[in-house]
Nanobody, 124 residues
Framework: QVQLVQSGGRSVQAGGSLSLSCVVSGRTFRDYLMGWFRQAPGKEREFVAAITWNGGSTYYADFVKGRFTISRRNSRNTVFLDMMTLNAEDTAVYYC?????????????????WGQGTQVTVSS
């Protein structure tokens, strides 16, 4: 059984920074491409960022480029999302997810396992 456990969500002021983490257990972490998604109130869940198994490639949604950074530490089975210059539009529940294969990383249906979600609230 693969489990993804997230931490790091909280309330911050606009312009601030926040880091999320997600620890994977139950399978070899290196087997998975890791992604972050988010779901704002009243909206569908959307892709935020993804990173290949060795960290060699990273992908970002246009609305977070230059502000968010995805990284992973395979020795600790952990993926991170570092967020800077947050604004109110970044308020959402953030989810980490794991999938095999590197294609279709923006499609949530392609992901096999999901974290529990963590709330990020940005106040202006």
């Amino acid at each position: 059984q693969v489990q993804l456990v997230q931490s790091g969500g909280r309330s911050v002021q606009a312009g601030g920074s926040l880091s999320l983490s997600c620890v994977v257990s139950g399978r070899t972490f290196r087997d998975y491409l890791m992604g972050w998604f988010r779901q704002a109130p009243g909206k569908e869940r959307e892709f935020v960022a993804a990173i290949t198994w060795n960290g060699g490639s990273t992908y970002y949604a246009d609305f977070v480029k230059g502000r968010f950074t995805i990284s992973r530490r395979n020795s600790r089975n952990t993926v991170f999302l570092d967020m800077m210059t947050l604004n109110a539009e970044d308020t959402a529940v953030y989810y980490c997810a794991a999938k095999t294969g590197d294609s279709d990383y923006e499609a949530e249906d392609e992901y096999d396992y999901w974290g529990q979600g963590t709330q990020v609230t940005v106040s202006s």
